[in-house]
């Protein structure tokens, strides 16, 4: 049975998460969004908080995903990826953009909690991760990677292109994805940590986006790389038999963050929207038929209806995550849904805000833009829905495409 009951412990981490976005995040928010690849200096003061709260074993670090801090084997379980869920919905409510710029919260850092060994993880555990697995050549489909990885005495070399890389600039450390023998396919595509000050690591160019423009994203350059040996995350063999399910293994951690996102970005648009509805009059009753309301009124339940369910199948995916079911189908389940409902929500709060939502005096048309990348990064609405139709057929990737 799943128990919908947050414990005391994470309540209290969530309100913490909740006061930073409304006292630190909100008041830059346009800020940032107008002064992109400015880097958001004060989020500095924040490296401490999180990394306090991973200490205290509050879990919001993102290194701590798949890795609950509590180890118990039996009955309900909250450990770290309900916790950085929590945490994730809170800090996007705030702002999309400066919750992927917090220091140490980046997806690579999931990616190192779901594939390292313990000994990794004790070296990587409290770096700034970003993830590299996009190139000029591929996005959904992440078994066409290039990037090459070539074992010279002690160390890999790395030689490929990264692009779209969020936090490449500012990160640590780069999760990047490459192969280790190009005849051998997706099962030779290995994780590995490159450090920011590796030889023959570049940052080409920012990209300027639509939203999350707090967020740098940039195209990298490793050009004879070299990292050390053991930098590969889990393990150096090559099972054909196995495919690159350990890589695969990060999207079952972060598809249900990504979604949460979604999920925090939507209910700072409804919280909005219900105070716009307010004040011009517009009454929301949870007793009378919506045929019987204000039709903006009843278009509002509808969207409430549409973020609960996304909110549902996206705790449903974390909370099998840290129980150790495997999750893959609801975590694309809940990536889909949130991420649908996401841009369905912020645009229609626009739409039902009128010329005021179209300006730049709320941030409701910041945040219909923001909304669009958690549909797109971390697998598109289109893949997430393959996944879950070859889940459900039980059809293999090559029988269905
Ligand atoms: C702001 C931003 C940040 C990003 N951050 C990162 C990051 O940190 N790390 C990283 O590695 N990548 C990152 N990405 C890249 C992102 O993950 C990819 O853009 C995404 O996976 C889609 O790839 P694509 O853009 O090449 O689209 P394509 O794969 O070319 O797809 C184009 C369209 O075709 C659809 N499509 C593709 N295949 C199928 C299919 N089989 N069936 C049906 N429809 C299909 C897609 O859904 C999409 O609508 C980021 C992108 C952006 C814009």
């Known amino acids: 049975?799943?128990?919908?009951?947050?414990?005391?412990?994470?309540?209290?981490?969530?309100?913490?998460?909740?006061?930073?976005?409304?006292?630190i995040f909100r008041p830059i928010s346009r800020k940032y969004d107008l002064a992109e690849h400015e880097r958001p200096v004060e989020l500095d003061t924040m490296a401490s908080l999180v990394e306090g709260l991973a200490d205290a074993g509050q879990a919001a670090s993102g290194a701590?995903?798949?890795?609950?801090?509590?180890?118990?084997?039996?009955?309900?379980?909250?450990?770290?990826?309900?916790?950085?869920?929590?945490?994730?919905?809170?800090?996007?409510?705030?702002?999309?953009?400066?919750?992927?710029?917090?220091?140490?919260?980046?997806?690579?850092?999931?990616?190192?909690a779901a594939v390292a060994t313990d000994e990794q993880l004790e070296r990587f555990g409290k770096v700034w991760a970003s993830?590299?697995?996009?190139?000029?050549?591929?996005?959904s489909d992440s078994a066409a990677v290039s990037t090459t990885a070539v074992l010279d005495g002690d160390e890999?070399?790395?030689?490929?292109?990264?692009?779209?890389?969020?936090?490449?600039?500012?990160?640590?450390?780069?999760?990047?994805?490459?192969?280790?023998?190009?005849?051998?396919?997706r099962a030779a595509i290995k994780s590995f940590v490159v450090p920011r000050d590796a030889p023959g690591l570049s940052v080409a160019r920012l990209e300027h986006k639509l939203g999350i423009r707090a967020s740098d994203t940039a195209v990298l350059l490793l050009e004879d790389c070299r990292i050390p040996q053991d930098n590969l995350l889990g393990s150096p063999e090559v099972d054909v038999n196995k495919g690159f399910g350990g890589v695969m293994a990060t999207f079952d951690n972060t598809r249900p963050l990504v979604a949460g996102m979604a999920v925090g970005l939507a209910r700072a648009a409804l919280e909005e929207l219900r105070e716009i509805l307010t004040e011009a009059g517009v009454d929301v009753s949870y007793d009378t038929?919506?045929?019987?309301?204000?039709?903006?009124?009843?278009a509002y339940l509808d969207l409430e209806a549409?973020?609960?369910?996304?909110?549902?199948?996206?705790?449903?995916?974390?909370w099998m995550a840290d129980n150790k079911k495997p999750n893959s189908l609801e975590a694309s389940m809940a990536k889909a849904k949130a991420g649908r409902m996401g841009t369905a929500v912020t645009l229609k709060a626009v739409e039902l805000a009128g010329s005021?939502?179209?300006?730049?005096?709320?941030?409701?048309?910041?945040?219909?833009?923001?909304?669009?990348?958690?549909?797109?990064?971390?697998?598109?609405q289109?893949?997430?829905?393959?996944?879950?139709?070859?889940?459900?057929?039980?059809?293999?990737?090559?029988e269905l495409k």
């Open 1 to 23: 049975m799943i128990n919908l009951e947050l414990p005391k412990k994470m309540k209290a981490a969530s309100n913490q998460a909740h006061q930073a976005a409304a006292q």
């Open 64 to 112: 701590t995903m798949g890795r609950g801090t509590e180890r118990k084997t039996e009955g309900n379980v909250n450990g770290g990826n309900m916790a950085s869920l929590m945490n994730v919905i809170e800090t996007c409510w705030g702002d999309v953009g400066l919750t992927l710029s917090i220091p140490y919260q980046g997806l690579g850092n999931s990616a190192i």
């Open 131 to 139: 993830m590299a697995i996009t190139e000029p050549s591929f996005g």
């Open 156 to 185: 890999w070399v790395l030689n490929g292109e990264k692009i779209f890389v969020t936090a490449g600039e500012r990160s640590t450390h780069i999760v990047v994805w490459a192969s280790v023998d190009k005849s051998k396919g």
């Open 289 to 298: 038929p919506v045929n019987n309301q204000h039709a903006a009124a009843a």
């Open 306 to 318: 549409d973020w609960e369910a996304a909110y549902l199948l996206t705790i449903r995916a974390a």
């Open 356 to 380: 005021y939502g179209y300006s730049e005096r709320p941030l409701l048309e910041k945040w219909a833009r923001d909304s669009k990348i958690l549909d797109i990064f971390e697998g598109t």
């Open 382 to 398: 289109q893949i997430q829905q393959l996944i879950v139709a070859r889940r459900v057929l039980d059809l293999s990737s090559a």
